[in-house]
Structure formats: C-alpha cells, structure tokens
C-alpha cells in the first residue's frame, strides 16, 4: 500500500465529496427502523424534500438504490408494459434510460440527438401534436446530461407539452442537478422527478428518490406495472408514519438529514449561485486552453458538469490516468459515444473557489505532463473570473 | 433532546450492531467507482463473499438495496411471469416474500404453517412428487425466519427435492443466517441464496446480495423476466472488472472489506459456535422466566433470534415501549399475525456474553417493571449456562 | 489480529466509555486555534465548565494534559518550593500526588491512612489548629480515590479547616468525581479543584483541568514558583479572548463542546443520582457473592469506583487475566499497596443499567471460570435493586 | 450557524490537516492503557519514532502536551536552575523558548536576530570558545522557525560545537521540521530534539515529543531540575513495558500508529523531497507576485513554511481576514515582532500539489479583493514550475 498524500480531487461529476458533517452523521450507530426515534427523523426529512424538490402537493419517496433503481421506480409505478413514452437522446443517461424503459416493456420512442445539444421543445411540441390519439402516456427527460454537460430547458418542455395540449405526464431526472441547480417539480408540472443522493445532496451513493405529482399518483393506482419492492403505495403507506416497508439505510438517512441542514445554512439560492460561478469559471478555463467543450449551446452549459473535448489523436482515457497519477486528481470518463473523446469535471456539491482553483490547476498541469498542446493561461483567467466574483460580491459569497 | 447515557442496546434481529471499525472503514472518503483503486477492492469483495456463502462455482452479486430488493431479484431473473412455484408459510418474511411473488406474476402456492415449526421436509418431496409435469420452477423457502425464531433445515429439503427426482430450482433466503448460521450453497445444492448487509455481517442496511448457481444463471438467460436494475448479466458484465452498472453504494462496500477481514479473523466456525452458545443461553433464560418460547421445535430454534410469547392478556409492543423508555433497550417486535403477542431479541451479530447477558437483564427487569409475572432466574441460569462454556472451553471462547 | 466480537466492557474507572457523539465530535478537521470560530467555541467552553464546576466567582483553565498534569499545575501556581502543606494518604492517588509535592519542592505532610477510610475531618482540624503561625499553606486532598473506591466528604474536611480559623488553601482532586458526584467548588469553599477529562466528561483522556479561586489566583501571583507550561497567568490572559497561549488539542475542546451539552441533556442531577445508583448496585453484587470491600465506611463508598479485595492466596491481576480474556472486559487493577489484592470496577460516565448488568455478569461468570468461590446471586440482586428503582422512579429514570 | 461549502484550506503552518485514516485511527474507543492491546500498540510507536528522529542510540519520550510542553520537559530534565544556556534569537518561537528558560530559571543568553537570517555558526563557534570555563550548558536552536519560515543549519551548528571543543549538550526544537524536513538525532549530534504531534506528523495537537541522548539522559540523573509531569525517568521506566507513569493520549496515539505507518508508505526521502518542491513553488509564486519573503537567505527558506511581507502600509491580519472570509482559507499570522506585517502559508504535512495550487490561488485572489497590487501570474509560475517537476519525474511523484 502506497499513501498519496493530501486529499484526493474527486472531479467525477458524482458521486461528489461528502462533508466531513455529513459523514460524520452517517457514522453513528444503527437504530431500529420501527422504533418512535427512526420515525421522528423521517418525519423531518420528507418535508426537507419537499422543500427541496419545491412540492406542497406531491409526495416524496426514498428508496436503498441508486439513481437507476429510482429510474426504474419511475416507469414500474406510472407506466405499463406496452406504454408509449417519448423519450430524447441528449447523452449517455438518457441512453440508459432509454434503454431500461425497453427491458421494462414500455414502446419508448427515441429522438436522436447529437450528445450536444439540449432538448430542443419544438420537437417535444411537433411529436405530441401528432399523437392526436394521446398514446404517449409520459415524457422522460434528462435535465442535466451528467455525460454531456449539457443542461435540457424544463419550463420550455412544460411549456411545449402545454402547447400541444396533450396529457402526457412529464418525467425528469435530475439525479446531477437536484440540490445544484433550481429546480421546481410543481412550479414546472413535472410529475415525476427522478434524483439519488451522491451528488448536489452531498451524500454517499445508495439512496434514490421520487417526487410524485398526484396525477402520477392517480397513474400509479391505474397502472397494471409489476412492482414491488419500488413500489410508491407500498413506500407511502408506511411512510406516512414515519415507516418503510423495507429496512433501509438508516445510516444514509442520518447522512441526509444532516445534508438538509447543510442546505438550509448555505441558503439554496446561494447554492444554486455557486454552482452557476464554477460552471462559468471552468469553461473559461477550457476556452483560455484552447480546448472544445462538447456543449455547443452557450445557454445550455451545465454549472455541475463540464464535458472537454480532447483534440483528434488523443486519448482522454489516458489523459485521465495521468492526471490520476500525478496529481491525485479523479476526472470524469467519457462514456457511451464519446468514450476516450471527452473528459469530465464535475464541480457540484460541497465545492468552493480554492477546489476548483485545485483542480483546474490538476488539468492544466496533467495537459502538459500528458503532452496535449495547450494554452497556460486557463487557470489565470479563471481566477480572474472568481476573484472578481469574490470582489464585487463586497461580501464573502459563502455567506452571501 | 435528551441524552439517554450509555450504549443504546440494539437487540432487534438486525439491523445488528455495526462494529467501530465497520463504521470507520465506512466513514472515509467516497471513491470513484470507475476507477482502479475501486475495483482492486471490489474484486477482493467478490472473492470474500463467495467464501463466505461457501460457493466455488456460483456467482454473488451486490445490489444497493434492502434485503427484500435481492428477494425481488431472485424472482425477476431466475423465473418469468406465469411460472409456478412453492412456497412455506413460515413467518412474516416467508409471507412477504409469497406476496412479492405474486405481485411479480409468478403462481405462488403457499403451503400453509402455524409460524412455530420449520418447513416440513416430507411435503416438500410430496409435493413435488405430485408434479409429474415439472410445472413447479422452483422451491423457495426461508432459511431462518426472523419473525419466528424458528430455522428450517436445508439440508433436508434438499435431500426431499433431490427424492422427489424434480429439476426446480432451490431458493433460500439467508437474510437471517449468512455469516451466524453455517450455511453452504454449493454444498447443500442451492441455486439463488438471497441475503443482506445488515445482520451476521455485521454492517449498516443498504446492500443485498444473490449467489447464484449456474443452473440458475442459466435459467435466467432462458427466462422472460423484465428487469433492469436488478438484472444479474448486467451485474456481472461489470463485476468481472470489478465495477458496477449502476452507482454502487461505495461507503457501504468499505465496510464489507473490513467486516469480511473480521470474520476471517475471528474465524466463521467460532462465529458460528458463538450464535449456537448465545442462542442456547437466550432459551434457557426465557424458560427460566416461565414464558413460553414461539418456535415449538427445540431442534429448530434459532441462533439468532429468540421469538418469545408474552402471557394471554399481555401486550407485547407495550413491554417493548417500557423496556426501550426504562432500559434503553429496541426489542423487536411481533410482525403480521404474530404482532402483540411476541417480541423478539435478536442475539447475532458482531454480539458477545456479557452484551447477551445485558440485554437479558434488560428483559428480566422489564417484565417487572411492566408487571409481567416471572420467576427471576432466568439471567442467573443464562450466566450458569454461559460461564460453564467459557470454563469448559479451557481456552478463550473468543479466540477458540 | 483476531477480532474480539462486540463490545469492550471497559470497566476501569476511567478513561470511561466515550459516547459516539462525543467521539464523531472529536472526529472532525482541526482548525485554526488563532482563528475566530475557535474562539467562539472556546468561550462556550469556560461557561460550561465554569457550571459544572459551579463557580461563578472562580476560573477554570484547561490544559493539553492529563490529570496529573492539572496536579502539578494547581502545586506550580499555587504554592512555592518550601511551602507546607498537608495531605492525606487515602489511596494511591493521594500518594502520588504527595510525592509529585515532594519532588516540586514542597514540604508535605502526609497524614498516613490505611487505605479503606476516608480522611478523618478531625485530623484535618487538630493538624491546623496546632499550625498556629499558619506555615501549611494548603491543604490537599483527593474527593474520590480512584484506587479504593472510597470518597471523603469535601464538606466535612471545609468545615474543618473554618473550624480551626486556617487560612490554608483548601485544593481538591476531583479527577474521578467532577461530572458523576455533586461537586460544588463556590460553595464549597475550594481554592483550586483539579480535573481530568476522560472520567465522567466522557472524553478521551488528553486534557487536565483547574478551577481557581480568587484566593488562589492572589496566591499564585505572590508566590515564587516556576512555571510556564502550567502558568495560570498565561491561560488567563488568552483565555479571556478565546485563545491558549500553547496549541490546544483542539479535537478533544471539539469532544468537550458535545460533552457539555449531553450532561445538559441529560441534567446533571440525574447523572449524580446514576452514579449513586450503579455503585449501590454494584455494592449489593459485592456482598450478594460475598466478596469484601475495600471500603469499609459505607457512608463513603463511591459511586464512581467499587474496589474488591479478593480473598487471601488469589492474586487480583489473575482474576482480571481471566476476565478479559474470556469475556472482553477490562477491569482496573490494584495499584501500589493493594497491587494484586483487589480488583476495581469502574461505573461512570457514560454508563446505564444494562451496561452495569453486563458488567457484573462478567465478574460473576469470571469468579467461576477462575476458581474464586462466590454465591451466585450477586447479578440478581443487583438487577432486582436496579429493576426497583426503575419500577417505583414511575418514570423512565434516563429522562427522570 | 452557516455552512461554508467545501474543504477549508487550513494554511496555517501547524496543526496540519489530519489526514482521514489518521483521524478514524484517533476515532476508535479509548482502550485501558494498563492493559496487554495498549503496551502493544505502544512499544511499536516508540521504535517507529526512533526511526523517525533517526535514533538507535537514544530514547523517545511521549508526552500528553502541546510542543511547548515538551520544551519544558527538555529544560527541566537535561538542566537545573542556573545553568548559563545559548539561545539565538531566529523568530517568535525561539523568543517563547527563551522566555520559558528564564522563567524556569536558567541564565539564558539570547544572540539577537533580526528574523530574516538563520543562526550563523561562526557565532555559536564564538561563543563557545570564549566559554574556556564551559559554564555553558547547552546550544539550544530552533530547526525550522514557524514564524518566519528560515531554517537553520543543524550540521553547520554541530560542527561548530564541536571546533570549539564544547562539551555543551544540543538541543534543537524540530516542531515545524519533523517528519517534513531530513533530520537525524544521532548523526547530527543532537542531545534533546523537541517536537509535537499537529505538524508533520499529521496528528491532532495533543502530544510532545523529546528525543533523547545518553549525554542528556546522564545529565538529567545528575541535574536538580524539579520535574514531576514531565520527568524523563518516570516515563522510561513505564515505556520499557510499553506503559505510562500518567494517563496517556490514547486516541491521539492510535492516530501516531496510523501516521507512522503513512510515512512508512509513501517514505521519507519522498515526503522530504516533496515539501522542498511545495516550498520552492510556493516562494516562486510570491516573487511573481512581487511580494517580498520575510527570509532573506535563500539557501535557508523553510521546505514547510513560508512567511511573506505584505507592503508598507497594509495590515496583514486584515488581508487574511479577508481570505478567510471569502475563501474559506486559514492563513497563519504575523506574531510577535512581525505581526501585522507578514501572513504565512503553511505547507506542509498531508499536502499535495493541487492542494498547494488552491492555496495559491486563494492567496493571489486575496490580494486582489483585499486592494493589495501584485501581479497576477503567481499561480502559473507554481504551476508551471510543479508540472515540470511532475513531468520530468517520469513517474508519478507521489510514488515515486
């Protein structure tokens, strides 16, 4: 065993570092899951949800999965086998998404994309204006693409769903935004929001979640979906008092109502403000190299996380390992399509100024250990941007 | 809040007590779980386990899920909707289990039990005896239901299954058992053997598990079964690498290096022998009490978890509520049909003589405290029972 | 390594059980002790000592120590080389905070005793009445002597000296007492009390503690001692901001924050009223085996610390051998004149009911694995003691 | 309470950031320090702090204290009131020593410094040789100068001794070098090396160290100094059996067991060469700045710290106010004769180079927010400046 000192930069856009707080909060003995305490913190962290996913009318469930387990639960609970849904190419998530949606049955059609671009709402609007006979029973979106860095409109979709007045139910993950970036299932009429706990919640992996619209609800009831252990009646019933119908894990439970408190401190909006500044400050840097972000649309660029293209030749898998090596730093992998083409940096979660100077410096350097031609001022014009960020705040941004 | 002093004595029958070092091992840094460092560990994760479900030529797989998820994943790939199997009704889990099977399609008969005595051999070979078609796909049972207290024997159903010359497949949930109760897939022909994190491992809710034959791998390639998270080739695509499909529960992976390192320590036949003494010790008290143990079966009680009735009148969640405010003491509960009329100590885990002789003391005084009649010998014999072990073993029990 | 399973009974009186919120406390990132969230802590932690020692007129100051650094602090500041003072020989901790007096200079009466008494408030009266030219300047004496479990009265020995119009310092070691045993330094009438932190503060051992008088503070500024590490003066000029003239071992401050707030939780009075409690209890066990105590005033015997003398011919550290070895608990052995006569039990600080129960199980089952004749209703009496108490408190003592 | 987001960047010089295998080490329960797992753990910690202070011949001694408790035990045990001592007067610490010597009453001469220089030896040779009567007992320096980041010549000073043909003991305070700087006990003839734990050692605050020569272990039997806390014999003759004469600092020890082992992983030479390339970008970062190093000689810039002058007219302690507030950075401040006109950055301990790059970054963002002119490519240089290093390495650095 070799010790690599200091910290590891973990720059994987999630799971993203979990505070010392939080961690520290998971490391406390395991309680009974049916006893009067276990059911007075759980009270507590469904209403910190529903402030998080900003629903008053919906509900919120948690499942022991991962954010795919939170997928599935999605489709088990409002769809049925033989569904339609419509569903969009926009990266490797969606993909995945797309493709358990087949394995679970539904007829899931797919609008190709170019891993570039965000959801364009006039496809949304053209194809369910076609579907005079309402056979599309839901649209499954992606609002921020983790693969891509690119970030889908969600209001635009909503309002593009609207336009063409059809009653499919709107679905959207936002496993790499929730808790990062603003977000609003019942502003937005999302009925199911599909999130997990290791990236904005600040959390170790292995919790995954719901938010429900009661229209979903009402789905849920209708629906003939095999489910079980994922199912949203099962969850609610038990939840109500505080209860699972499962044992879950506790101790990322404790984990989580830490996190909502770490939140709640920090103020959202301050949150949201941050990851908005960093997302900023490191395309800056990628342009000041000279590197190509693989979102083409300004407007559409991720504050969690930013996917780079490496020039024609070069492997980013190599590149990353490199980086590893050196620096102790943990980069994103291209995934899917553009494995070996891109890298990722995620700047999402418990993040500040000095991380991100820390590891754009970890790019910078690794550029030129690893031999990919570069321009060295990334890193300066970053700083300038988050430097003067710091300044004209007058006030510290951390407490702002 | 109010600091109630001392440990708190978790004595349900599981989630058992995480040891300190599990903890700690859980409370470091998350990884990324795409990376090297990860699937150094996992492939060591892969080999421990088998080691311990006693597999050479199966297969385990690790989910981010309860217990009842690597139910649900036994169903989803090694059968199909429509397929038939046999079922026992000997406790709550049994039942929930029963439920889940037809909830996911499968012609689930339930051979009825009055939930004190084992699964009974001889209808298990009459049964499948009868089934000359081979519609029966496979026999699912529970190894050690934690709901009764009472422990089913394996061997024997598979000697009943292999006399009835019937090729279903043979399914034991060990939720209950794994690393407390010797227990062997290979060996005693089982062919999916579901299990969780959370009790004789010692370690925090959050992880199920499937060792899986290769005739039940082979059953799943063939079956129709709809799934996606819980798919056992996706699993095992990405394990061989020593990743996963999903986000696996890293943290919780931690803590399974480190809880596989104690067993090896301590020593599987000694962890076996030390549920077996703590078991014995538990019944005896309760007799010396006078109250009248759930399982009926003196051959089939559990190592584990001791199921006791409280007298006609009495309501056992109300003991349980003194015990928990006067004691600092969780005691389970009675579940389903038993509910009110049981509780239950759970004795297994990272446990020892003086713990159990704790939480006796926690019941012998409770039921006086609750006005339960007893007679107050019962830790004084536990304790006879328990010291002449550790003097006749000559040598330290713990380091036997 | 072989692994022990469960938990260390660690039954030395002190260090004690370190509570896991104390220990996630202590567990967090060292930060700046210049720094202006350090002072802020610190500032909360004068307060809360300053209750706890309950004085309002006095200091406390808080050394990177252990409690015999807080001895030769208070013997530093206090007093100069030369200087009289008269002690009493209650154990070995008196002993050997005598000769720390002896080897700083002093020239200490030790007044013999036989080990199993408390100090006689007489003696403390004639000895100063005869000292008619005032040359003893202090009196010093331990509250509660860890090595034989017996406790003199702090109130007794003040009224003695008032008795005998002595102007003598009156400094009380209260190492094993502060946080378990009504201590009172205001009212009390004591010019320095001397503490440790890893007794009923629940911390890990590292910091050592003075309360300071006015009086005391006059004399430290008078007298002539060397003294730097240890200077009063020192910590009170930074004290005051919130800062240590030395590096503070700030986890364990991080540790003493929680603690303070969990004897807050659970009310100070019903921690002293526990104590009482458990040594009754534990007594009750001693004379139910028929085993001897050291202490053989009964009004004295303490509620901290029960020592035992083992019968003639068995050697104590064998016992102790046997009891660790078989059943994973630690008990406090027999320091300097009683080495190997006596064995000691530890009950207090983070301590209940069911831990006591387990503990004495473990003595009781020990006598019998290590061939020591005893009676066997030692636990059951104990427990029928502790099971009363519970049963007529109406409510649940832990919340009394 | 408001959650600052993100790692503090603790860039004081000491207490270092505690790495997170050191910190759950230190987070494990307080065992019994008399007992057979204890004097293990310990005898393994002495032998691996000899070989750390690089010692066959001498002893190592723990204290439960900050550094400045162990220079006390240093005076106390090798010295007695009285004896003439040379001190050279490099920065604050050194100051604080002196000012301990007197109190504890040597007769101390203190060469004076003007802050910015190391000791010259060809004084210490002066010295020395005017002394034909060799009234002087000991050369007491500081290795490292914490306060202004100038290292003195430890061999250059023995030789110097040693021309002189001195017979006066060496006694050197290596708080801020050990375990990040070469530094040999026996080689270099050093009588008494003082350290502490929160440095290069990666420890909490909490324990003191002194290494210790035959010469100086006579001289101690031979001295009247009055000792009791921290005699070196009460310690040598428990350590021997792996004990203490008081109550040690068990968790922190469990984290010295933790960090020995980390330094034994990742090796010295490698650590050394690691904080001389972190102090050399770290001084070429503050000369493109255009600051100015409070250390004039470069041959003597501290490898762990480094102290830099702001401008005339500006307030240090209002610029790292200002870093703090806005980058969640801890600088370390100006003390005593400079203090207000220098801020120091601590690198040293658990660090690595993206570590440093953040700190730099925050620094060069400071300086910009707070008003004070630099120019902005001190960043780059460090940069450019560790990527080459990490480059022309060919191996990872961190292994190599």
């Known amino acids: 065993m070799t010790y690599q000192p200091g910290w590891h930069f973990l720059q994987v856009p999630g799971p993203s570092n979990v505070p010392q707080r939080v961690m520290r909060a998971v490391d406390m003995p395991t309680i009974d899951h049916r006893g009067p305490e276990f059911a007075k ?3 507590g962290l469904f209403d910190g949800l529903k402030r998080l996913f900003k629903t008053s009318t919906g509900e919120v469930v948690i499942y022991a999965s991962s954010g795919s387990g939170a997928w599935e639960a999605a489709i088990e609970n409002a769809l049925s086998a033989g569904d339609k849904v419509l569903m969009f190419e926009t990266g490797q ?78 679905m959207v993950d936002t496993v790499s935004s929730l808790a990062s970036i603003d977000y609003r299932h019942d502003e937005w009429g999302v009925d199911v929001t599909v999130a997990g706990s290791q990236k904005g919640l600040m959390l170790p992996p292995g919790l995954g979640f719901n938010a429900i619209s009661k229209k979903a609800l009402a ?33 990322i439970l404790y984990g989580l109502r830490e996190s909502l408190k770490m939140l709640d401190e920090e103020g959202l909006e301050n949150v949201f403000a941050r990851h908005i500044r960093h997302g900023e400050a490191t395309r800056r840097a990628v342009k000041a190299w000279g590197l190509e972000l693989q979102c083409v649309d300004p407007a559409a660029c991720s504050p969690t996380v930013t996917t780079i293209r490496v020039p024609a ?47 754009l410096s970890g790019v910078q350097m690794g550029l030129g250990v690893h031999g990919i031609p570069y321009n060295d001022d990334g890193v300066n014009v970053a700083l300038a941007y988050l430097g003067n960020a710091a300044k004209s705040a007058g006030k510290p941004l951390a407490y702002a």
């Open 313 to 359: 030749g070069q492997d980013a898998d190599a590149f990353r390992a490199t980086v590893l090596e050196h620096f102790n730093m943990s980069l994103g992998a291209g995934l899917g399509k553009v494995k070996g083409q891109v890298f990722r940096i995620g700047h999402l979660g418990d993040f500040n100024d000095l991380m991100l100077a820390g590891a």
């Open 41 to 43: 913190m759980t009270l």
């Open 93 to 170: 998530f969606a993909t995945l998404w797309h493709q358990m949606a087949g394995r679970l049955g539904l007829d899931a059609e797919f609008v190709p994309g170019d891993w570039r671009h965000p959801i364009d709402p006039s496809i949304v609007e053209a194809r369910l204006s076609e579907d005079r006979a309402h056979k599309i029973k839901a649209v499954m979106v992606v609002h921020n693409e983790t693969s891509t860095g690119v970030m889908s409109d969600i209001v635009a979709i909503r309002k593009a769903i609207d336009a063409a007045h059809h009653p499919a139910m709107f």
């Open 219 to 251: 789905a849920a009831e209708k629906s003939g979906g095999r489910r079980s252990y994922f199912s949203w009646a099962d969850q609610l019933a038990q939840n109500r008092d505080g209860f699972f119908p499962q044992t879950p894990a506790t101790n």
